[in-house]
């Protein structure tokens, strides 16, 4: 694994998310509940579909597991 690529691509994914967001903030969402006191909105969605890519074109072999997705590859 190359560990040079790791903290620029995860400051830029962070940025990334935090800009979709920042467009977001205050605006209607979608909300649903994953249980009583968890929500997930479209944005949280978003974000780590954002994040995945990212990940996914840099490390395309390597399993990655999400809050919202859960586990995707088998690495």
């Known amino acids: 694994m190359d560990f040079m690529k790791i903290k620029p691509l995860a400051v830029?994914?962070?940025r990334e998310a935090?800009?979709?967001q920042k467009r977001k903030f205050r605006g209607i969402?979608?909300?649903r509940w994953k249980g009583?006191?968890?929500p997930v909105t479209?944005?949280?969605q978003a974000c780590?579909?954002?994040i995945v890519k990212g990940i996914?074109?840099?490390f395309p072999g390597h399993a990655i597991l999400g809050e919202e997705g859960?586990?995707?590859?088998q690495d």
């Not at 859960?70 to 590859?73: F, Y």
């Open 56 to 58: 996914r074109k840099a």
């Open 42 to 44: 479209e944005v949280d």
């Open 29 to 31: 969402l979608d909300i």
């Open 12 to 14: 830029r994914l962070a």
């Open 70 to 73: 859960g586990v995707q590859g």
């Open 18 to 20: 935090g800009a979709l």
């Open 48 to 50: 780590e579909k954002l």
């Open 36 to 38: 009583i006191t968890d």
